[in-house]
Every structure is written in C-alpha cells, then in structure tokens.
C-alpha cells in the first residue's frame, strides 16, 4: 500500500494567490479539503492578490495570439479585438434570432395542443387500448402535456442566456460586476439550482 503525499502547501499557495482556481477546485486538484485551504490561508495571510494581474495577463495573450505577433502595434491589437468581439456578437445575434424562432414554434405548438387537447388525448387512449400496463399511454400522455412542452421552452432560454453570458466572458465583452471568479460563476449558471 503506498503512503499518501503530503499537500504542496507552496504549490497550493501559488494557485490562491493567482485566483484562478475556487478553493473547492484546489483543493480537488491537490487532494485538500476546501475547509483546510480556508484554514491555511488564514493562517498564512494568503490573498488572491494576483488575481487582476492573471487576469489582463490572460487578455494580452489571448489578443497577442489573435495577431499573431509580439510586436503588434496597439491599433493592430485593438481592431483584431474588435473583430474577434464583433464576431462573437455576430454569432450570439444569430444564434438567439435561432432560438426565438424555434420558441415561436414550440409556442405556435402548444396553442394548437391547448385547442385540440381532448382530441389528442382520445387518440392517445385508441392507440394505447390494448397496453394492458399503461405505460405506454402514460409516455404518450406526458410526452403531449403542456408542462412538458412549456418545460422545454424555459430550459431553452435558460441555457441560450447561461451559453452567451460564458462565452461573452470568455472573450471579455462585459465587465464583471463582482469578485466573483470565472469557475465560481460557471457553476453558478450550469448547476447551482436556487
């Protein structure tokens, strides 16, 4: 049986003065508990002082990279940004004019279901006379209901909105308002449920 390493408490100091990962995530990287993190930091004085520092180091090697070049003026800096910000727009304006299409359908849908519902039900119940469990026409029931239908319309606005606030992250397009970190707000749209 092989014995556990200690933490790389220099290593983990490293990561939280940087800011870019939670504690939580650390301390999954490392094997530490977040609550030992906190512990150590507290103890040790750690700020993520780093933290804006990281951050603009990341946009000028994000743009830097965009044009290719280290010796790129800040004219030709600024107008790739401003493609690559425009771009981005671009797709989000696309996309979203995508969504709204496909949540008028759905809509048009549920209208015409909402008029029609008893006639959809009796078809629902001819066709499933013969399933002596009641699955089948269960399936079907739930598959025509308006909560169905209505559920995946909010589901579709709310990953559209979460997928555009990311990715408008992702490319500095908005300030952040907070000190809230990247992975923190990640979480926060994909899983935290309130």
Known sequence: ???????????????FRAGQLSNRMLGEKHGVGESLIRKKAKQGEWTKDLTDKVRQEV??????????TSNASEREIIEQAGITGAEVV????RDVRRASDLVGLLMGQLTSAAGIRADLEATVEELCKDD???????????????PTHAGTIRDLSTALKNLVTLERQAHNL?????????????ARLMGAKE
């Open 132 to 146: 002596e469990t009641g699955q089948r026409e269960a399936r079907l029931m739930k598959a025509i209901s308006l």
């Open 174 to 186: 908005d300030e952040l308002s907070s000190e809230e970190t990247y992975e923190d707000r990640l």
């Open 59 to 68: 946009r000028t090697q994000l743009v830097r990279s965009a044009v290719r």
């Open 90 to 93: 671009r797709t989000h304006r």
């Open 1 to 15: 049986m092989s014995e556990k390493k200690p933490p790389d408490w220099p290593a983990i100091e490293a990561e």
